[in-house]
């Protein structure tokens, strides 16, 4: 079987990528496991040397590597290559800071009682396109420092990208079979999962996925992380700096022609101020450029496939006959969506109860920062949220009252390696990069002295 890489800008196939069959897929799989048994045996400081090389690899090669993400998924070129850049930052500092973030934890007891943290295995991941190099960074560079190796499924229209992260790791001097890649099909996708090397499951992309492959680790008793999908809030209140959060929230909704997990997608706005927010926004929408990601002053390119287009489409229809009334933008041609912003979204409306993955923004309004919180919550979704105050203090009371992974007061969500990243609710489960993300797929060890 072959599957094709598709430039969803041109819809020209630019690659050919040939699934495995079972018997190759089995010795990736012992390929892995004998390349655990030496890994996990090394030094901190033998994986990270190795390790800051790929960041540095990754860092020389931006332009290349930024160029196949946008050919392949069709983000903007600076956008592509400062993932790239985003991408090798995260391995530097997993090599800076595993060992000890991994150090030995000693307990008060009257004998000697200890945790330490062992590497468990291999961890299978399951990865989405819309961020091809930084989704697969963000929980390789952990895990492998951690002394884990890894089998990487990404999503069927970047198998590029995985291609050029597996050769970058062996360029960069780590054992074959320590990062690899595995072009299959979600029918093998239990193979992995049920290997006795496979010790844990990680996987980024939609609920659907999620529910099925998280499943599939219960079912095997694999521990797994589950990154879903968000529909986050940005909420904006009477005293908010208007202009600021009209800037930052077309950044958050229009990003990545507005692909990412954590795009602000629902924007909350107190009555007292939401016609003039709407008006602001409108006109910054306004003033993007949707065309040819290659192209310079372009600041969007298309969605990533045909279909995400024509579903957005139709939510749009949707939402626009359930009563949402359409300020700016609204057309489409192929996969490309014009920035576009609708209001008087209502709960029971598509666009807010469904997560829209692509450049349409909506707005709700809400009585008073009480109700806003309460329009926030009211969700299946609860990865990140926004809120927009020049009182601090109340913003701090406010954001512990959101129901979501993260909460972001006056600035763009976004993921940091420093800080754990992941949701609640049908957002999943379990945390991301720092501390608290290397140790999701450790033995920690408890070891007591009489
Ligand atoms: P997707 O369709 O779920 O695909 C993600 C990955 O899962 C791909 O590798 C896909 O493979 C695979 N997959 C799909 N169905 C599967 C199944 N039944 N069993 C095993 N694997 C399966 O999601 P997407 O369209 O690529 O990405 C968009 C979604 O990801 C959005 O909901 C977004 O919010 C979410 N996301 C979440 C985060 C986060 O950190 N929380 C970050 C980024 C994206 P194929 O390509 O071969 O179908």
Redesign the pocket.
Known sequence: MIINSINPYSQAIIAEHEVLTNAQLTQKIELAEKAYKSWRTTTFQERADKMKKLANIFRAKKEELGLLITNEMGKILSEGIGEVEKSAGNCDFYAENAEKMLKDIYYDTPFKSMSVYDPSGAIFA??????PFW?VLRYAAPAIMAGNVTLL?????VIGCAKAIENAFLEAGFPVGVFQQVTIS?SQ?ETIIAADVVSGIT???????GS??ASLAGKHIKKSVM????SDAFIVLDDANIEKAATVATQSRMLNAGQ??ICAKRFIVTEKVADEFASVFASKIAELHQGNPLQNGINMGPLAKLEFAKTLSSQLEKSLQQGAKIIVGGERENCNFQPTLIDFVDSNNIAFQE?T?GPLATITRAKNEIDAIAIANNHRYG?ASAIWTEDREKAYLLARKIEAGNVFVNSLVRSDSRIP?G?IKK??YGRELSEIGIKEFMNMKSIIIE
Request: aromatic fraction near 12%; charge should be negative; glycine fraction near 14%.
């Open positions: 399951v990865m989405p396109w819309n961020y989704q499924k990404h999503a069927s229209n979600i996708v996987l980024t992309g939609s609920e659907m996925a099925s492959v990154e879903l999908g968000g990412a997990c997560e993955f990865l990243f949701g957002s999943g």
